[in-house]
Each structure stands twice: as structure tokens, then as C-alpha cells.
């Protein structure tokens, strides 16, 4: 836990890697900012893991329409970096995920036009090195154990 941090917990969360046919994986790129991540987000008091995921997808890239091929084996937390300012780093000390490797149906994919919220301005498909070399540094250990348990990346 983040020195300076107290006693705050972690936020329950869960991240959406999602592959295609050719083994790539969707990244999105922050609104008005120059970084990109995988769709991600909280899970709200009541809802299940599962529920959060599909409710989030469609909030981040406009679909709905996917199948969870697995779930990371465990949580995968990070820590906020000190000094990062906000509701979120004031409420949390950092974020603890479930991670789902996902497809989207055939004809399916992410639709920015249909999304709810503005979290992203751009979807790209990049391999799973180049998804991790264009992460933020404080999340880049939560992504390389997520992309492990997934399966995506090679074991130490």
C-alpha cells in the first residue's frame, strides 16, 4: 500500500483484453491525453465481476457483444503513484482487477460512436508487446501479470 496513502483500500476493478483472429489486442487511447490502455474500470457496490466488465465495455467502446474466453487466476492490483490528485486517489490507494480475455462475436467490435462515456478517443489493434510498451510506467507490473495470467506473454 502507497505510503502516505493511510488506510485506504484498494478499488475492486476489472480490465478487458480483448483479441482477434490475428492475435492483437485492443488498446484505447485516453481522451485528450497521449496514453493508451486496455478497457478497465470499477466495479460498483452490488454488481459482479462479470456485470462490470460487460457494463464498462460498452461505457468505454460501445459494445456489449463478446464472449469471456478466461479470468486471470487472481486479482492483479497496482498502486496510485503519491501525489496523484483527484476522487480516485483520495477514495483508494490503488486498484485491485480481475483481468478477462475477451472476444467480440463475429461482425462485433468496439464502436467509439456507440460508447457512453468519452474515456477514449481511439481504438487501435497492436500486439501484446506493443500494448505493454505504450502503458503508463506506475501500471505497467499490474499489466505484465495480467497479460501472464492471460496467457499472453511468456512466463519468467
Not at 460498483?44 to 457494463?55: Q, T, V
Not at 486479482?75 to 482487477?97: H, N, R, T, V
Not at 468519452?118 to 495480467?146: M, N, R, T
Amino acid at each position: 500500500m502507497n505510503s502516505g496513502k493511510g488506510e485506504l483500500g484498494y478499488r475492486p476493478g476489472v480490465v478487458a483484453v480483448f483479441i482477434n483472429d490475428e492475435g492483437k489486442l485492443l488498446v484505447g487511447r485516453r481522451s485528450g491525453m497521449d496514453a493508451w490502455q486496455f478497457p478497465q474500470g470499477g466495479v460498483d457496490l452490488g454488481e459482479s465481476f462479470e456485470e462490470a466488465l460487460f457494463r464498462e465495455a460498452l461505457e468505454e467502446i460501445g459494445s456489449k457483444e463478446f464472449k469471456i474466453i478466461r479470468k486471470s487466476g487472481s486479482l492483479i492490483s497496482y498502486d496510485f503513484p503519491e501525489g496523484m490528485a483527484g476522487k480516485m486517489a483520495e477514495s483508494y490507494c490503488g486498484q485491485k482487477q480481475a483481468w478477462y480475455l475477451c472476444k467480440f462475436e463475429q461482425g462485433q467490435g468496439p464502436d467509439l460512436d456507440n460508447a457512453v462515456d468519452e474515456e477514449f478517443d481511439a481504438v487501435a489493434w497492436v500486439d501484446p508487446a506493443e500494448a505493454l510498451a505504450g502503458i503508463i510506467d506506475w501500471k505497467k507490473s499490474a499489466y505484465v501479470a495480467g497479460l501472464r495470467q492471460l496467457g499472453l506473454t511468456e512466463k519468467d
